[in-house]
């Protein structure tokens, strides 16, 4: 068994990455999907090894299903701005 003042470095992972996918356009989608997985493993190891992080690895599957919702909204936003464009124009 861990200490419990040990920090899950898999939740570190999760929040750095759903924060991440919030910022950068396109590329966010991506990291929202892994930032997803290492919560999920954070959540998993945390079980097992009594460590710390809980919270981060919370939040980092927040800030990643937002960052996957405003990835989605900004794709879906281009592929209307561009087709409405392409209508006008013909």
Partial sequence: MSDKSQ???????????GILSLFIPFLGLIL???????????????NITNENGRGLATAGLICSIVGIII????????VAFFSVTSYISN
């Avoid at 920090?7 to 990455?17: G, H």
């Fill in 7 to 17: 920090t899950n470095n898999s939740s570190v992972v999760a929040l750095t990455v």
């Fill in 71 to 78: 990835q989605l909204l900004m794709v879906l936003g281009y």
């Fill in 32 to 46: 929202g999907i892994i930032g997803i997985v290492f919560s999920r493993i954070a959540v998993k190891q945390m």
